[in-house]
């Protein structure tokens, strides 16, 4: 059974960091792209990016420079460090896999 758990979430001010984690098992991992996505209260679900197999990412034109996605193949896990945040990026963050595997999310909120 393919299981994707995010985690890393949290109340940070704005301006800080933080490093979200998409542990994943179930799965050949290393043969998987994965996509980060956040849903936001009352609005729909937003794409973040995506790391290819090969490590090579691309993201949203609204996401870039601040967001950057990474993963670790030897410990199945994808991960989305954000840096500068605004109190704008307080969602719910997920990662997903193809063809049709999510996590449960975990809360960012940005908040003074």
């Known amino acids: 059974q393919i299981q994707l758990v995010e985690s890393g979430g949290g109340l940070v001010q704005p301006g800080g960091s933080l490093r979200l984690s998409c542990a994943t098992s179930?799965?050949?991992?290393?043969?998987?792209?994965v996509v980060w996505y956040r849903q936001a209260p009352g609005k729909q679900r937003e794409r973040i990016g995506m790391?290819?197999?090969?490590?090579?990412?691309e993201y949203e034109p609204s996401m870039k420079g601040r967001f950057t996605i990474s993963r670790d193949d030897a410990k199945n896990t994808a991960y989305l460090q954000m840096s500068a945040l605004k109190t704008d990026d307080t969602a719910v963050y997920y990662c997903?896999?193809?063809?049709?595997?999510w996590g449960r999310g975990t809360q960012v909120t940005v908040s003074s």
């Open positions: 997903h896999t193809p063809p049709n595997n």
């Open positions: 179930g799965m050949v991992f290393k043969l998987f792209p």
């Open positions: 790391i290819l197999m090969d490590g090579s990412a």
